[in-house]
């Protein structure tokens, strides 16, 4: 959904392992203003806000904990076990999380902004319905095979399971077919030297007007 006014606002997503912070990282040292969920997300959930005060209005104070912080891990078996409220859980997370990418939009001063939405493909049609206005979505891009073997080489350096890692790949939308959905892909098969001529050219190439 485009935006009809002088401000730009541009999406940029991808899928585990493709590389979407490193290049998050590389449009704000050059001084680009970027709007991030996650965080949006993990800072919400900090007492006395308005996504803590509906999530402990509709799960109970049985996710809390003495101090009254929430404790994620007595929320997650809640809603991880159950799909009701999990959806529920999500639908309130969402809304909360796209209010909030409006709001910063509006109080962004710079002619630019970029919003950081890990899995904007697999929510879009709810963040249309939120009434999320953007420009165009940048898609960070490598390969399944390069995806794959950068997700085992983390997974061993955090002592993880790369097999537990490999499986969030099955539940995520196809990184190929994101590519038929994006207004830019930006191809992360190289080095983060080569990532970042990539952005810095596009940068130059799409009139930002900064």
Partial sequence: MKQNNEKKVIVITGSIGTGKSAAVNIIKNLGFHVLDSDKIVHEGYN??????????????????????????????????????????????????????LKKGIEECGDKVVFLDIPLFFESMGREIECGLKFDEVWLIYTSLEIQKERLVQRAISENKSPNDVLNIIQRQMSIDKKVLMADRVIDNNGTIEELEAKIKELLEINPLGR
């Fill in 47 to 100: 007492k006395g806000t308005e996504l803590y005060q509906k999530v402990t209005e509709h799960f109970g104070e049985k996710i809390l904990n003495e101090d009254r912080t929430i404790n994620r891990q007595k929320l997650g078996e809640i809603v991880f076990n159950d799909e009701k409220y999990l959806n529920e859980l999500n639908e309130i997370v969402h809304v909360y999380v796209i209010n909030k």
